[in-house]
């Protein structure tokens, strides 16, 4: 059972086209698994539809038409990209992105970064955290969005489970723990600069090299 | 004068042509009426003209190619433009010469889990209710919606719109989204 989604802002801003790319990821996956978030997307691309609808019409080029007639004869349409699924354990759209390998660092902590061939910039990683251990909270520049894919954690606000997504704000300090019960997996991305902060931030940071 | 608004009807008709007899006159209304409000749409957004003519013309060479696939039961012509022009604008954000093999799981990952009849019923009355609950948003509402669509910083441009402080902009924001969501899914 979901409890937790990402705000009607952050959909309305993934529906318009402008959220990242890397809370983008974070939020897709979301919605692979959210009937109400796919629900919100669809709202609001229909107020993009609608906003369509009454944006006053623009002079365009006297041969506007004619050139677009000329691409429809002209133009070879571009290779669709093949779906594929690279890993077929992790929903969608989220298992068609590379992986890198996973890293051991510290102990009770591994991580392991997604590469988004439509914007090298954006840093998104997965977190596997051991049964007990603290999350470290990456953020402070923007908003921090966690996807969780496998098991639990808990912070002063509620407790986090599989398919659950959180937005934090960056002015919100928290100390989510993961559960007892086992390892935690989660996808995690913020908007603007990644920095982890804490003690695994801390340690980690100079390694993931941003 | 400019000609009467088509229809959602008329448009759907127009498309069909397209989609089955690649008739070039229905691409001419489509492209009459689109092309224009594409532009204006992207020049709002923060392109220039020329770029903005470059998306909408680029958006009614998909909507040739991709007629097909438009499907009636998931969204109005308008919405299906839209999400058509919203792609491209953030390829070309992104300098993306070609979308990647994640962008095209991630943009039909929506359309495809809705396939349900339930939802299918739901998605023809959609735009409609989505259009009459608009015309009810504060005008608070309203800048908050737009800035959301149209600027890049919205959260610092809302907070001028609207003289708010920063630090309280983003849950008046949010407050003000889930309202704006509760009244476009109201009757549903
Ligand atoms: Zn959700």
Not at chain 1, 88 to 108: Q, S
Request: charged letters at 25%.
């Amino acid at each position: 059972m979901i409890t937790h989604h990402p705000s009607d802002f952050t959909l309305a801003r993934l529906a318009a086209g402008t959220l990242g790319a890397g809370p983008q990821l974070v939020v897709a996956t979301h919605l692979s698994g959210c009937p109400r978030c796919r629900r919100g997307l669809r709202s609001f691309w229909a107020v993009g539809g609608a906003m369509l609808d009454e944006a006053a019409p623009t002079r365009l080029s006297p041969d506007a038409f004619a050139q677009a007639l000329r691409r429809l004869d002209e133009t070879d349409p571009p290779a669709e990209p093949a779906a594929r699924v690279l890993h077929p354990d992790l929903p969608p759209p989220l298992n068609a992105y590379e992986i890198g390998r996973w890293r051991f660092v510290p102990p009770g902590f591994r991580w392991r970064r997604l590469t988004l061939p439509e914007s090298p910039d954006a840093n998104v990683i997965m977190l596997k955290i051991a049964a007990g251990q603290p999350v470290p909270h990456h953020g402070h520049s923007g908003t921090e969005y966690t996807q969780v894919l496998t098991g639990s954690f808990t912070d002063s606000l509620g407790r986090y489970r599989a398919g659950d997504c959180i937005e934090m704000d960056e002015e919100v300090n928290h100390q989510p723990v993961v559960d007892q019960d086992g390892e935690c997996v989660c996808l995690a991305a913020v908007e603007g600069r990644l920095r982890l902060s804490g003690w695994i931030g801390r340690l980690i940071q100079p390694l993931i090299g941003i | 004068m400019s000609a009467p608004a088509p229809s959602a009807d008329d448009m759907k008709q127009w498309l069909k042509a397209v989609a089955e007899h690649e008739d070039r006159g229905a691409f001419g209304r489509l492209f009459q009426y689109f092309a224009p409000r594409i532009a204006s749409f992207m020049e709002r957004g923060g392109l220039n003209a020329a770029e903005a003519e470059e998306i909408s013309q680029e958006t009614m060479v998909v909507v040739w190619r991709k007629a097909a696939l438009y499907d009636p039961a998931q969204a109005g012509v308008s919405t299906w433009v839209f999400t058509i022009a919203r792609n491209l604008r953030v390829d070309l954000a992104r300098k993306a010469s070609r979308t990647s093999a994640g962008v095209a799981a991630m943009r039909e990952l929506p359309m495809r889990l809705e396939a349900s009849v339930e939802d299918m019923a739901l998605a023809s009355e959609r735009d409609a209710r989505v259009r009459s609950a608009m015309a009810t948003l504060s005008p608070e509402q309203a800048t908050v919606l737009r800035l959301s669509f149209f600027a890049e910083k919205p959260h610092a441009e809302i907070a001028k719109e609207l003289s708010l402080p920063l630090g309280t902009v983003k849950s008046r924001t949010r407050l003000a989204m889930a309202k704006i969501r509760a009244i476009l899914e109201r009757d549903q």
